[in-house]
């Protein structure tokens, strides 16, 4: 039966040629728009790995002001943290979470590479976001005594340099001491892939990282905040300052990845429910045209069932045929591992792509399909 | 003639609803895809308020030094020095312009916070642009030399910070960071699509805070040329470039070695993509083919659907067409019979697509997704879309009309 089809529709593939084209490029349609999802989504469901509720996030600028800066910095810090709504307050470099900011380096152990995330932060920076460890401790101020910095790496990181070895006191990069581990850190929100992430304990001597993180109480508002403003404005003279709530600084990076997924995804629907009316209408007259050769083989003995098989049948067997030439170009990305994601992301695309054109076709042939199995041979044959 | 196709492809349309549904379906929505994405990019980069004079101005928006290997560079805005020793010295623009780019920063009225994007110009900064001022007037340059603490702000900001109220608000206080401003101007906000003129609040340069007086070459401060009219635009940019030859290299700042210092002028347009596509000739090629292959699927999907059913159409009127035959028409009247009947039905979808359209822009400008937002259907939108309406026409109108007239004439008088 399977047989018989392919070679009807091999017979008639020039008048098939468009049809065939079309699925083409639907399926191609399709499968952009699965893979971003796909990522997207896969991205989403690994944890951020802090907790942002309740965090601003106060960026400090010196402007022209340059004498004894890192001072300054720290005495506001010390400032922030006696007020009875600040639970607790930290310093780090200006790539905070969330924020449009980031620093990467590479890193070397064992002459295996990878580019991390670097996070220039202090003591109290995991009980300020709440993060949890994996192994070790957060590094204190006191750790930094001997020529290396500790730091703290993430899971992945850990994969990448260490595999399954024990990562512990490990030195890295040259410079740095590895005395703990967390999860995962997705800095950039939900919708970021899961990436390599080093946190390095901040100098408090140094004139950079202008960062202030502080998480407050639940409930506190503009009041509370206008009042540290002034405050610091007013013993940093000539210093700017600004508060973003890691609230919205969240939901900020969150349309930067979602606006273009939806729009992708609206003119996706219309493009798709277009050609799937296309096909509907195709189907309805092609079937119409070929009512002779149902009135006789309904003749023969062939059951309604047969019929509209046959029908469903055929423009399964045209799917097919389009799709191998889609599969053709789409098994290239996870080939070439184009713009270097998991070849899973894309496979996975492939068959959500599949599965939906097969749903499409099937129910743009299963009404006309339906008609032409009620067609009484004696009609069918005398108009004949 | 013509007026008799049109009046059968308007009888062949209303025979079969539901076909004809279809079609319009698919032009008109493809048109309406089109006309959005050109009004958007129109928006973007078209000389629209307060950038009117955008076609004749050259902007300067970032200085890249690379070091001699090429292993590290370091990219972004320039200094107000930088700028005034090597832009604002220019002799053949009528006018140039220094400003911030956007710099963010907060107002607090009671237990309200306002989220607010500053930006320190210099008394030119009003005369490049062509604002429109709602109450008072722009800062000029005594205020700048007296070092006045002014501020220009947008009627949304003074909405919000002074309540909503009609009366004026010039001579009255904001106080931004601990420091009072005297309010001497309102005007119509920018859109925040338009970086280079988008703010809440607009500050002389001389205020605290703006960094003008920063040595080195980077800093915080863009510039915009004016020219005086478009055909200097090539002599202002040679000039410019000449005085960026006189800087001596390699130089070095903050402990950063360069030995090459790019700074271009640009009309907005290429200074746009030039941002956009910071990465060399192979993320060009890459962006353009994504481009393109989108555009392709966008116009193609539906042009192969319409062929698609047009083919199988045409064999429904085969009887018509082979009286038409038998009666000695010749294939070329049948092809530019369909062809007329094919535009036909593609300008109703046009002027379909065109309401659509219409309706979109609104609901964008009107729902604060971009606040400011001024999508308009211009002309050159307009001019555009029927150009793609013709297109479209042509593409699924040729090939079916050569099929059909490849019918033999038998065959077409027995269906």
Redesign the interface.
């Known amino acids: 039966m399977i047989r018989h089809l392919f070679k009807l529709i091999w017979n008639k593939k020039k008048t098939h040629a468009?049809?065939m084209?079309?699925i083409w490029?639907?399926f191609?349609?399709l499968f952009g728009l699965a893979s971003l999802i796909v990522y997207n989504v896969g991205n989403y469901t690994k944890p951020l790995g802090f907790e942002y509720k309740n965090v601003w996030a106060i960026s400090l600028?010196s402007?022209?002001d340059t004498t004894n800066v890192e001072q300054k910095i720290q005495r506001a810090l010390q400032q922030l943290k006696t007020y009875a709504d600040v639970e607790s307050a930290t310093r780090m470099s200006s790539n905070f979470p969330f924020s449009a900011n980031s620093m990467n380096n590479g890193v070397e152990y064992n002459k295996k590479k990878i580019m991390a995330d670097f996070y220039v932060t202090d003591d109290n920076f995991a009980k300020t976001l709440d993060i949890p460890m994996a192994a070790g401790k957060w590094y204190r101020n006191a750790d930094s005594i001997g020529k290396y910095t500790p730091v703290i790496i993430n899971q992945k990181a850990k994969e990448g340099l260490f595999g399954d070895e024990n990562p512990m006191g490990k030195i890295i990069g040259e410079r740095f001491k590895v005395v703990g581990t967390v999860n995962t850190f997705k800095a950039k929100g939900e919708f970021m892939a899961d990436k390599p992430a080093v946190f390095e304990l901040l100098n408090a001597k140094s004139p950079w990282n202008d960062l202030l993180l502080i998480r407050v109480k639940p409930g506190t508002?503009?009041?509370f905040?206008?009042k540290i403003?002034?405050n610091i404005?007013?013993m940093l003279t000539?210093w700017?300052?600004?508060?973003d709530h890691l609230a919205d600084s969240r939901k900020n990076q969150h349309n930067l990845t979602l606006v273009p997924v939806i729009i992708f995804l609206i003119?996706c629907s219309?493009?798709l429910?277009?050609?799937a009316?296309?096909l509907?209408?195709?189907l309805n007259?092609?079937i119409a045209?070929r009512r002779s050769e149902i009135g006789l083989r309904r003749a023969l003995g062939a059951t309604e069932k047969g019929i509209s098989t046959q029908f469903i049948g055929e423009i399964w067997v045209l799917a097919t045929f389009g799709m191998l030439i889609g599969l053709l170009f789409a098994a290239q990305f996870p080939l070439l591992n184009v713009f270097d994601l998991h070849a899973n992301v894309y496979i996975t695309a492939i068959v959500v792509s599949i599965i939906v054109i097969y749903l499409i076709v099937t129910l743009c042939a299963l009404f006309p399909s339906r008609q032409a199995a009620t067609i009484q041979p004696a009609v069918a044959l005398h108009e004949e | 003639m013509l007026i008799n196709y049109i009046k059968i492809a308007w009888k062949v349309l209303l025979r079969h609803p539901?076909?004809t549904?279809?079609t319009l379906?698919?032009i008109s929505?493809?048109l309406t895809?089109l006309m959005v994405l050109t009004s958007f990019l129109d928006h973007l980069i078209g000389s629209h308020y307060p950038e009117t004079k955008r076609d004749r101005s050259l902007y300067i928006m970032q200085m890249l030094q690379t070091d001699s290997s090429r292993s590290s560079r370091s990219m972004g805005p320039m200094s107000f020095k930088f700028l005034t020793d090597y832009a604002k010295s220019l002799k053949t623009p009528e006018r140039v312009t220094l400003c911030t780019f956007i710099?963010?920063?907060?107002a607090?009225v009671?237990?309200?916070?306002i989220k607010l994007n500053t930006k320190f110009t210099d008394a030119d900064f009003w005369q490049v642009t062509d604002f429109e001022f709602l109450e008072g007037k722009p800062y000029n340059e005594q205020n700048i030399a007296n070092g006045d603490y002014v501020a220009v702000i947008t009627d949304d900001f003074k909405n919000h910070y002074f309540g909503n109220t009609t009366e004026s608000v010039i001579g009255k206080d904001v106080e931004i960071?601990?420091i009072h401003y005297k309010v001497i101007g309102v005007v119509k906000g920018s859109p925040v699509t338009r970086p280079f003129t988008y703010a809440d609040v607009y500050f002389p340069y001389t205020t605290?805070?703006s960094?003008y007086?920063?040595s080195g070459f980077r800093g915080g401060y863009v510039a915009i040329l004016l020219a005086k009219n478009k055909s200097d635009l090539k002599a202002i940019q040679d000039e410019f470039q000449s005085h960026i030859n006189r800087i001596p290299l390699p130089g070095n700042q903050d402990g950063f070695k360069y030995s090459v210092l790019e700074v271009k002028s640009d009309p907005y347009l290429e200074n746009f993509i030039g941002t956009l596509l910071d990465g060399g000739p192979g993320l060009r090629t890459i962006f353009f083919g994504v481009i393109g292959f989108i555009m392709f699927?966008?116009m193609?999907?539906?042009a192969?659907?319409?062929?698609?059913?047009n083919?199988?159409?045409i064999?429904?009127r085969a009887s018509e067409i082979g009286i038409r035959k038998a009666f000695g028409a010749p294939v070329k009247a049948l092809v530019w019979q369909f062809i007329v009947e094919n535009i036909f039905i593609t300008f109703i979808g046009g002027a379909i697509a065109l309401v659509l359209t219409f309706m979109i822009i609104q609901l964008i400008n009107n729902s604060g997704w971009i606040a400011y937002a001024d999508l308009t259907i211009n002309m050159n939108v307009f001019i555009i879309s029927l150009l793609v309406c013709l297109v479209f026409g042509l593409l699924s109108g040729v090939l079916p009309a050569l099929r059909m007239s490849k019918l033999n004439i038998a065959e077409a008088l027995k269906a």
């Open positions: 468009l049809l084209i079309e490029a639907s191609m349609v600028k402007n022209q508002d503009a009041v905040e206008a403003v002034k404005t007013s000539g700017s300052v600004e508060v003119v219309f493009l429910i277009n050609v009316l296309g509907f209408g195709i007259l092609s045209k | 539901f076909y549904f279809i379906f698919g929505l493809t895809v710099n963010s920063s907060n607090y009671g237990s309200q916070k960071e601990n605290p805070k960094n007086q920063r699927m966008l193609g999907l539906p192969i659907n319409l062929v698609n059913i083919v199988s159409r064999m429904e």
